[in-house]
């Protein structure tokens, strides 16, 4: 009896770990199907907006601090995270303009010459958090890598 209840511990699935290959699978096809759609692009980041927003708020109400190298890289990316925002703004709207200053330009132009490297160091770099605040930022660097893999190239 304790050997079948042993076998069946050892096979059994965390919902977490389903529903974070869940969220893998909809992050790898929801570029292609956004592809196109500004507003899609707009909702999704107003949630991940709403994620790093969370992020912070849960990395200030963290009970224990920590002046690790773990906390200081997951600060560094939650600021990257942060900063970037605008950039999508600015690279959805349709008002193009604007984007001819030279201060807009000077922004932007790390997104777009190093965009890749850049999306991706947000999305690996997030996991350095604790807590809640791991979490808001996973979740918020992945829902910025979506419209990132759907945008193609940068008018910049």
Request: with cysteine; net charge positive.
């Amino acid at each position: 009896m304790n050997s079948t209840a042993n076998r069946r511990q050892m096979f059994q699935i965390r919902p977490r770990f389903l529903l974070a290959c869940a969220a893998c699978v909809v992050a790898l096809l929801l570029p292609d199907s956004i592809r196109g759609h500004r507003t899609a692009k707009e909702i999704i980041l107003v949630f991940a907006a709403i994620a790093i927003a969370a992020g912070w708020v849960f990395l200030f109400t963290q009970s224990e601090r920590s002046s690790s190298w773990r906390a200081v890289i997951a600060f560094a990316i939650s600021l990257y995270l942060t900063l970037s925002l605008p950039a999508y703004l600015l690279e959805l709207s349709p008002l193009r303009w604007f984007m001819e200053h030279p201060a807009v330009t000077v922004y932007a132009k790390p997104w777009v010459q190093w965009g890749w490297m850049l999306i991706l160091t947000g999305v690996v770099g997030s996991f350095f958090g604790s807590g809640r605040a791991r979490v808001a930022f996973v979740v918020g660097s992945v829902l910025l890598l979506v419209p990132w893999a759907g945008m193609g190239t940068w008018v910049y």
